[in-house]
Each structure stands twice: as structure tokens, then as C-alpha cells.
């Protein structure tokens, strides 16, 4: 598994991408014509890898 310094930098990293994504969220209902989807998705696969190397 992974040592505790390398787990708690990886709940950070999650911790950041989940405000990342709030934040975009919260773009797009400010700026509709602007296109943050792509970004959100980003994030979101960024979290999806992270959640499958914890699981390892």
C-alpha cells in the first residue's frame, strides 16, 4: 500500500479537484455561453485514477 505522507497528498489532490469541479460548476451557471465541460471532465478523470490506485 501506500506510505501515510503519499495518502494524505492524494486526499488533498481530491480534495482540490472536487472544488475545482464545484468551481466550474458554479462558472458555468455564471457564464453559460462559456464551455467549462471540458475541464469537469478533466477533473473528473483525474479523480476516477486516484480513486482506482487507492483501491489497489
Known sequence: ????LTLTILEMVKASLK???KGYK???????ERNYKDK???ATSILK???E????
Open 26 to 32: 458554479d462558472l458555468i451557471k455564471i457564464f453559460p
Open 49 to 51: 485514477y486516484i480513486n
Open 53 to 56: 490506485l487507492e483501491s489497489k
Open 19 to 21: 472544488n475545482h469541479i
Open 40 to 42: 469537469i471532465e478533466e
Open 1 to 4: 500500500m501506500y506510505d501515510p
